[in-house]
Each structure stands twice: as C-alpha cells, then as structure tokens.
C-alpha cells in the first residue's frame, strides 16, 4: 500500500519548510528511518527519515521549494506493491506539486505608498490574527507596527521576517520622505545644471550566479534585524591561557579514555562565562519595550560552522551544570548540529552565545547579538606570546576575548566588569576536569 511522505512540523511555530536535498530519487527502494531528504525552516535544519521502506515512487517537491507542514511532498510504494511507474523506474522525478489547501489571491501591485493604521489592511494578512512567528511579532513589537497592515507573502498570506523588514524600512523612507518635504523652501532656488546619469556598474568578465540557501537568507535576515536592533558596542580583553591549557593538556588523554570523546576548550569558556553571568545578571536579559527581562536560568548557545552556514545549538541551564555536564552538553550538541539531528528546542531558548573563530585561528572577532540576547562573546586563538611578567619577557599561552554588547542595556563599565570576571576564572583556573 502506497505511503505519503508529509513535511512535518518541526515545532509548535514552525508553518512552513523547504526542501533543501533528496537522498534518495524516484524508483529507489529506501529503508524505513532511513534519511530520505533535508529540509530547511526558520528555526533549524534536519534530516528527515523514510516513514516506510519501499520503492520512492514519485517525488511531488522538487529542491529548494517551499510547502506548508503535512503537505505531501513524496509516495512510497510498499515493498509487496507494483513495479513503479516507468518515470520512476527511469529515476525521473515527478514535479507534480500537491493541490493547495486553498487559493490565494493575486498579490496587489507595488506602490510607492505605504498602507498606514488609517487605510484598510491590503492583503490577507487582515485577519483579527495576523498568521506570524513569534519572531515576526517580536520585530513588529519593537517598532510599533501593527501585523493587519503588513502583507503576508508566505503560504495563506503568513507574513515572513522579510515581510515585516520591508514593511519596516517602506515606512521609515516614507516618513524620511514627508520630513524632507515639510522642510523645503517656499521659494525655490534656480534648477542647477541636469548632469548626465552613470550608467550602472557592472561586472566585468564570467560570473556565476548562485541563488543563497534557506539557511544563508535566513542568516541574512537574523543578522540585519539585529543590526538594526540593538545598538552594538564592542569591547577586547587580552586574557593569559596558560592554566586552562596545562588543565587540558595534562588531562586530555585520560578525559576521552574515560568519556569517550574529545577535551576541547570550549566548556572552559562556557564555565567562566556562566560564573560571570551569576555576578552580573543584566547580561543574561533581553529588552521587551522599555522593559528589560531578567532570565533566571542560563541557557548557553554555542555557534557551530556548518558547510552551509551557521547554527547555533543552545545548552540549556548551563548554571546548574558541573564542568563535566557542559563538555557533554557541548559534545552532544555540535554532533548533532553537523548531523543534521538537532530538534527545534536544541536552538531555542538562549539567553547569552559564545562564539569561537579562533578554532579557525581568527585572533578576535566582533560577533552581532544573536537577538533577543544583549551580548554575545567572541573567542580568538589560543597561541603562545611575549608578554611582559614581573619586569621579565616571558612566553605565555595568550587570546583575546572580545564581547558585543547592547547599549541600550549595557554600559561600558559593566560589560568590562564581566569580562573582568571572565579573565579572572580562567587565568586562575582551580575547576577539576575529571
């Protein structure tokens, strides 16, 4: 008996994904729970599993297309059933898309105007509810914008992150606009002389255009609403690595003998971080308004580099850890974020990020807020340096740490506090590894 392969809901928010990648084509026989493609949402990327084993009859999706959750995306022929057909025989996939839960309208043309509070809403995002994600009412919260005047372009008129920029940055040209006018002259000075218009730039030689991934543009996205967020101030401190480093290095071979994987530095880094937090709580806060939100437990993202981008895995309650918990929780966490296995609740939730070009020999960088945190911190290579030492050059194990912080919350003294504290706990590193 045929099976339906649905997109599935990879979280209580989550309307809509996109297939980034088939692992298997049309007329190969696929295995139950094994991977059959890849998806992409607003909140993570995954791996989705086979829900039966038999021949994939027909693919309904193709890559990189988007489609509400339960929309069948694939057919899987039982393994007792027909041959399949000779499409699928011939690895050929069948582009047929499913039928729409229901037809949208045309979308209006694009005016120059932008809908206000005292026009009617222009487009299905009219409802008494504008259908968003929390981040999208997050955004539309911090810049006063009411969701029924914002038209949705994602499936049955949900309005996107990029929908709700664009809303954001039309009204704020027009406002510009109408500012300008008000302060023009009445009496106009003569027309200057019309110069001929450049024509535009363009490249010279081959290109190649390749379209961004999912992730890509929502990586752009997050970025650019966060830029435009917080007000980001940056801070570097030089901190000395040598007692973190005699820790590993003498204690590394019988850590991964006992555990089973790797000693790194980063729960080091997670360690001192969440010490920090516990004396300065204003770095573990978000900004809600003219409120600012204190969070009680700690939960710690960590930035891990895939080939297609970035993702951000979040160990949660970090504090209530011992040193051990968290080089688990960071073991567990990166393994599954390169393996396409995180669940949405492993990337939600953080309430402060570590990042770590370093590991890639960056000597510091100056990372943007992973919105709706306030800082994040940023760690650069760990390398031996001449530094000065009781009126004395000695060689020392050396990184800088660097902290973006939001200014609207947190002043200069305060962010150089916690690195202070940051500094301190690591250069007089006393924890037991083992």
């Known amino acids: 008996m045929p099976t339906n392969v649905i997109m599935p809901q990879m979280g209580e928010s989550v309307a809509e994904g996109t297939i980034t990648k088939w692992l298997r084509k049309a007329g190969e026989h696929v295995g139950r729970d094994e991977p059959l493609f890849e998806i992409s949402t607003d909140k993570v990327d995954a791996e989705i599993p086979s829900p039966a084993a038999g021949i994939l009859s027909q693919i309904l999706v193709k890559e990189n297309e988007t489609v509400a959750v339960n929309t069948v995306v694939a057919v899987i022929d039982g393994e007792g059933d027909a041959v399949a057909a000779p499409a699928a025989e011939a690895g050929v996939e069948v582009a047929a898309p499913p039928a729409p839960a229901a037809a949208l309208p045309p ?58 920029l664009t809303y954001v940055e039309q009204r704020q040209s027009a406002a510009a606009g109408r500012t300008a006018a008000a ?81 790194t530095y980063t729960p080091f880094l997670v360690r001192a971080a969440v010490e920090a937090i516990k004396q300065i709580p204003v770095i573990n806060s978000s900004v809600d308004g003219t409120n600012l939100i204190y969070k009680r437990n700690v939960n710690v993202g960590i930035a891990v580099a895939l080939e297609t981008g970035l993702i951000v895995p979040v160990i949660k309650r970090a504090d209530e850890k011992n040193f051990l918990g968290i080089a688990q929780a960071v073991q567990d966490l990166a393994e599954r974020a390169r393996n396409k296995r995180l669940s949405v609740e492993d990337v939600q939730g953080g309430t402060f990020t570590i990042t770590n070009p370093g590991s890639f020999g960056g000597l510091f960088g100056l990372p943007i807020i992973n919105q709706p945190q306030v800082a994040i911190l940023g760690v650069g290579a760990i390398e031996k340096r001449p530094v000065v030492r009781d009126d004395a050059i000695a060689i020392r194990s050396m990184a800088y740490l660097s902290l973006s912080y939001d200014h609207r919350v947190i002043d200069g003294a305060v962010a150089e506090k916690f690195l202070g504290h940051i500094k301190q706990t690591l250069e007089n590193w006393e924890e037991a590894v083992l």
């Open 183 to 263: 302060r023009e002259p009445l009496v106009q000075p003569p027309p200057a002389t019309v110069q001929p218009t450049p024509s535009p730039s363009t490249l010279a030689g081959p290109t190649q255009v390749v379209p961004m991934t999912p992730m890509r543009r929502q990586i752009a996205e997050h970025m650019v609403a966060s830029k435009r967020t917080s007000a980001h101030v940056y801070t570097v401190f030089e901190v000395e690595m040598s007692k973190v480093v005699e820790a590993r290095e003498r204690q590394r071979d019988e850590f991964e003998r006992r555990y089973g994987f790797r000693l």
């Open 107 to 164: 979308a209006p043309a694009a005016t120059a105007s932008v809908p206000t509070a005292a026009g009617g809403p222009t487009a299905p995002a009219a409802a008494a509810e504008a259908r968003s994600s929390p981040l999208v009412r997050r955004i539309a919260h911090d810049y006063h914008v009411d969701l029924t005047q914002v038209r949705g372009t994602g499936l049955g008129g949900r309005i996107s992150k990029k929908d709700i």
